[in-house]
């Protein structure tokens, strides 16, 4: 099949092997296999074998370890341009020191430059950080460099009964939003999040 872009995101019902399926489609270029979390280190090997022109690979929130990215970022992919997208909050198969590895084997691509910023932590996996409320009132976080910060700004915004539309998050003066990283914004531990609720 001519398959060059799918679109997998939050399909529950999806099976391990028709996305393992897909390694018969050759011209395939970006997949998204997002919240997949059938989707395995098993799986990962077939289609690094059949889909030799994947350029951009979502694997966040997916059953993919350590072993997983390597079988990607080994294999003799040319095309590949984008980082794979493999942290996964919960089950957190991958480790910081895998992300690492991959930054400094392929330098040329894109996605992985947060990596540069968050290896300055004496602590590169893990950050404290506190948010401030207009109020002074202090709620502490703990999360990974690697973690987009919408999970964060979800908790808080859940605990103090306000929507995620009007609050606005700040560090050291500039806004913040839920799709970057800690170790994008050069956050450090103990680092502090100023919070605004707007009307």
């Known amino acids: ?7 997998l995101y939050r399909c529950s019902q999806v099976t391990a092997a028709s996305i393992a399926a897909l390694g018969c489609c050759p011209d395939l270029s970006i997949l998204n296999l997002e919240c997949c979390s059938c989707v395995d280190d098993a799986v990962i090997a077939a289609l690094v074998q ?21 079988t990607i970022l080994t294999a003799p992919m040319e095309s590949l341009q984008a980082a794979p997208r493999p942290y996964n909050e919960t089950r957190r198969q991958l480790s910081w020191e895998a992300i690492a590895a991959a930054r400094k084997q392929h330098p040329h691509l894109k996605g992985l430059e947060w990596v540069d910023d968050a290896a300055k932590s004496s602590t590169p996996g893990d950050i404290n950080l506190m948010v401030l409320t207009q109020n002074n009132e202090k709620i502490y976080f703990k999360c990974r460099h690697m973690t987009r910060l919408t999970k964060l700004m979800q908790v808080f915004c859940d605990r103090q009964d306000v929507s995620m539309e009007s609050a606005r998050f700040f560090f050291d003066g500039s806004r913040i939003y839920g799709d ?15 919070v605004m609720a707007c009307e």
């Open 180 to 194: 970057q990283r800690p170790g994008q914004l050069d956050m450090l531990d103990g680092d502090v999040i100023d």
């Open 1 to 7: 099949p001519a398959l060059r872009v799918v679109d």
């Open 50 to 70: 059949g889909c030799p022109r994947l350029m951009d690979v979502n694997l966040m929130d997916t059953s993919v370890s350590d072993a997983g990215l390597a």
